[in-house]
């Protein structure tokens, strides 16, 4: 008979403990020589009658349990990495994102650079604890909730497989540098040349292996220390796309070519105190309206593409460019609109953009009308330098498939693509089906050339007017007022002021 009046004082407690480490002592060893504890015993899952795992534990896959249990255990280390400053080009759907920017706070969708943030830091490629500030991340362009991106670019420092010849960050960056002396990477205007002892990272594949669909890098580039995505940035292209039913698409182009220059763009953006803008000057390179085509394929069916360029943007500027082309498009406003929305400066009035025209009226604060929609804007490119930067993809990407995936980044899109054409072509029979039991409305748009703009008439019986908005949206109204005619906002450096000494005082620190 088994004494068991030595247990008789224990406390429930110790007696689990007890089981537990009888149990871990039966259990096979972890090939360390230590034993389990009750704070690491982790019981295997029940294998399934239908399961095809053997029972007895392959030397494989104890290798890699093994493998699993040390990284576990033992933090990641990046001193002991080398690292390099890199720039990454990547694609997002911007109707799956609240916005590209990481927001502090809680947000009804995940941020763009949130998940970006998140796949560098599960990747081991930056470390998490040290921020955005940790690895000197910056980006090109800052795109709302809604507009997806093409070809935005951040900059930032990430381990790497390969010594540098131009020395590397070290502290917060956990690089170990050859010298002693931070101003010899500050200085250095070249992009470093790696000492290449082995291959280097597939940032490409490994960051898009755990990231959402809907985010895709496409390929990236060493920099030089001393990079800035933003401010190396020679111009950002951005395109709108919209279809071309009932507008007329030449007084469109006649409003874009008066955009090409540099402006005051005060009434074409969204004035916010907060941001404290003061100078609304901004170059655009180009402005032009023409179908949307593939390369070496015909157009798409009724859809049309703005194209801007610019060195840069002011706060939702693209999306109140293309409202106001739309009002022009759809014959409620005069190509002359746009003219008059440029002319800002009492001291320096532009003249008729065109022989005949009349002298455009002084707009030195912003008329009251609704931008855009968001859906339709892509940040189509971010150019740079070839000196600054060189695109790249990891070797054999799309080769058998690659390593990112079936038929790497290009595969992955092309079946993205292919299921979207799907949808498009199951709501154009929806549509066709519609069309059995249900008239087409009839559409005012768009209006003869001197039927609305400057008097504001419309035809008589035309009903309900639903303003084109972009991306299937519309502004549904019974009278429509001309812009010049509408409700001014407050001076702009008046708004600012007020901030100032309001919100803004509460935001300053202590000093």
């Known amino acids: 008979m088994v004494d068991t009046s030595k247990y008789a004082n224990w406390t429930r407690e110790d007696l689990i403990t007890r089981v537990l480490d009888l149990e871990s002592s039966l259990l096979p060893g972890d090939g360390t020589g230590s034993r389990m504890t009750t704070t690491t015993i982790q019981y295997p899952p029940p294998i399934s009658a239908t399961s095809s795992v053997p029972l007895r534990q392959s030397a494989r896959s104890k290798a890699k349990a093994k493998k699993r249990d040390l990284s576990e255990r033992k933090p990641f280390d990046f001193s002991l990495h080398p690292r390099r400053k890199i720039a990454l080009r990547f694609t997002y759907a911007g109707w799956e994102y609240g916005g590209l ?3 502090a706070g809680l947000t009804p969708l995940p941020t763009v650079e949130g998940v970006l943030f998140d796949a560098l830091v599960q990747t081991r490629l930056i470390d998490g604890t040290k921020g955005f500030e940790g690895c000197e991340w910056e980006r090109c362009g800052r795109t709302d909730r809604g ?3 093409a070809g935005n670019v951040i900059s930032l420092w990430v381990r790497s497989a ?3 010849g131009t020395p590397t960050r070290e502290g917060d960056l956990g690089g170990r540098s ?4 931070p101003q010899d990477v500050q200085s250095s205007e070249a992009i470093p040349t790696p000492n290449v002892t082995r291959k280097e990272l597939r940032y490409i594949s490994i960051l898009n292996r755990v990231l959402p669909p809907t985010i895709r890098v496409m390929a990236w580039s060493p920099v030089a220390p001393t990079f800035s995505s933003r401010f190396a940035c020679k111009y950002r292209h951005y395109k709108y796309f919209f279809h071309s039913r009932n507008l007329d698409i030449s007084r469109m182009q006649d409003a874009a070519s008066r955009l090409l220059g540099e402006y005051d763009f005060r009434n074409l953006c969204k004035l916010d105190a907060s941001k404290q803008v003061t100078n609304f000057r901004r170059t655009i390179l180009q402005a032009s309206i023409s179908p949307a085509r593939l390369e070496g394929k015909e157009g798409l069916d009724g859809v049309w593409m703005f194209d801007l360029k610019g060195t840069a943007f002011l706060y939702n500027q693209v999306r109140h460019i293309i409202a106001i082309l739309f009002l022009i498009g759809a ?4 190509p002359s609109l746009m003219t008059a929305l440029l002319n800002v ?3 320096s009035p532009h003249p008729a953009f065109k022989e005949g025209e009349p002298i455009p009226p002084i707009v030195d604060r912003k008329p009251e009308y609704q931008m855009a929609d968001g859906l339709p804007l892509v940040l189509w490119d971010c150019a740079y330098s070839d000196v600054d930067v060189h695109w790249q993809i990891d070797e054999g990407d799309g080769v058998d498939g690659g390593a990112s995936g079936a038929g790497g980044v290009y595969g992955q899109q092309r079946s ?9 072509a199951l709501d154009a029979y929806f549509l066709e089906s519609a069309s059995k039991h249900h008239p087409a409305p009839t559409n005012a748009f768009p209006l003869p050339i001197n039927s609305s703009g400057s008097d504001g008439v419309i035809p008589d019986g035309s009903g309900i007017l639903q303003i084109p908005l972009g991306g299937g949206a519309h502004q549904r109204t019974s009278r429509y007022v001309p812009i010049l005619s509408r409700k001014r906002l407050e001076d702009v450096f008046v708004v600012n002021e007020r901030w100032k000494a309001g919100k803004g005082v509460r935001k300053e620190p202590p000093s």
Do not use: M, P, W
């Open 178 to 181: 050859s010298s002693s002396d």
């Open 416 to 424: 993205i693509y292919e299921r979207s054409t799907i949808y498009s």
């Open 101 to 103: 920017a990481y927001q």
């Open 162 to 164: 390969i010594s540098q």
């Open 331 to 334: 014959g409620l406003e005069h």
């Open 345 to 347: 400066d009492k001291e």
């Open 147 to 149: 507009v997806s991106g």
